[in-house]
């Protein structure tokens, strides 16, 4: 069964801090993408990476960055946390060309 | 500017019924469509996809239409059933590898019984 695992469900952080939100997949898969969902807004893409040590900006990169050191393992970093960063955030991954894609589980992520 | 949208944010249909829901994009490269559903504090689960060759792709109950002159797509689903209820995600990637996945904002399916 495929899998994308996120480190944590739910999140509490305050203002200022550096966070860092792990996502993992075990299906070998070359891309892997962060998105943020907020109501009315859908799923917005923060960054994605197609291969290891690679990396695109996608629609709002900004206040974030990423590490893809090892194929299945992609972490989005908050520089500074901010409460308007407050969000659901979404993993997921996909073969080299996207014909599907699979999610993890999401964090919930409240800056305080 | 969005390259994916679903303009009607909300949907009610009767149980039983057929729920119809809208897609547009702008980008002509795009190839490969996908949708999505998903229930609040969950990740979205895949349902479905088709392919730019095809103009029509069709699973259990659900079934996806491709206009491509219109740059248009239409997830039919049939009989819908309360546990339809959720968001629905419409999805659409490039013909180049590596590239992006880019959601439309959802629309809200309510199925009463």
């Known amino acids: 069964d495929v899998k994308v695992t996120q480190s944590s469900r739910y999140l509490v952080k305050r203002t200022g801090e550096k966070v860092f939100l792990e996502c993992v997949q075990d299906m070998d898969h070359e891309n892997m993408f962060w998105y943020r969902q907020d109501p009315g807004l859908g799923l917005r893409l923060i960054y994605f990476s197609y291969d290891v040590k690679m990396k695109e900006k996608g629609d709002i990169p900004e206040g974030y960055s990423v590490s893809r050191e090892k194929k299945e393992r992609f972490s989005l970093i908050l520089e500074s946390a901010s409460t308007n960063q407050t969000s659901m955030y979404l993993c997921?991954?996909?073969?080299?060309?996207?014909?599907?894609?699979?999610f993890g589980q999401g964090t919930r992520l409240t800056v305080v | 500017d969005q390259q994916v949208k679903q303009n009607s944010p909300s949907l009610s249909v009767q149980e039983g019924r057929i729920s119809i829901l809208n897609c547009d994009y702008t980008n002509s490269m795009f190839d490969y469509f996908l949708w999505y559903k998903k229930y609040p504090a969950e990740g979205p689960t895949f349902l479905i996809s088709?392919?730019?060759?095809?103009d029509k792709n069709e699973d259990g109950r659900f079934t996806v239409f491709l206009n491509k002159s219109a740059k248009h797509l239409s997830l039919h689903i049939v009989p819908s059933q309360p546990g339809d209820s959720a968001v629905y995600f419409c999805a659409a990637s490039g013909n180049q590898a590596g590239t992006a996945l880019i959601f439309g904002k959802g629309t809200t399916l309510s199925v009463s019984s």
């Open positions: 997921a991954s996909s073969p080299y060309r996207v014909t599907e894609a699979f």
């Open positions: 088709i392919s730019s060759i095809k």
